[in-house]
Every structure is written in structure tokens, then in C-alpha cells.
């Protein structure tokens, strides 16, 4: 799941922010970063989650264009976030979820 070191976060912030560095529009920076090299690498890399689409690195891309849309932030800060992004993302999922429906 990745509570410690998130690998599906920093691949696909990594990946977005490549895209975002050779000038791509920020649309296709995100398609490329977070769904079509993102699927391929998971897939070669041991011990990752083999799912074709992450959910976690949608979010961790999104936060990499976020932060460098429309914060203006460079690349390297854009990249924090999106890491960022997708860490909150797992952790919201793994503690706060649970407690809310537990309410009900």
C-alpha cells in the first residue's frame, strides 16, 4: 500500500514532472505521467501493486500540475507536492475513511 515509502506517488510525480519539463501542455503531462508510463514501470518493478490504473499516482500527478499551474511553483517544489498529494491521498484512505463510515 505504500504507508512508508509510496512508490506509486513519487513515480508518477517524477514522471508528470519530466513530461512538464520538456514543455508539454499540462493535459498531456498529466495523461503521460500518470496513466501511460506510469502502468509499464509499476509493472516492472517488483513487489508494487499490479493494478493497470493508480489511483494514487492520479492524484500525485494531479498535484504536480496543480502546484505548477496555478501555484507557479518550479519543478522540483512541484514535485514535492504532487508526493505530497499522493501520500495524503493513501493515508485519508487508510485512517480518516475508516472512522467516518464507522459513524454511521
Known sequence: MGLILNKTAILASALTAAALFFELKPLYAFLLGAIILLTPIRFAI?????????????????GVIAAFTTLSLGLNHAVLVGIAAGYAYVFWWVFVMPKVLERK
Not at 46 to 60: F, L, M, N, Q, Y
Open 46 to 62: 517488483p513487489g508494487e501493486d499490479k493494478k493497470i490504473i493508480s489511483e494514487t499516482g492520479i492524484v500525485a500527478s494531479a
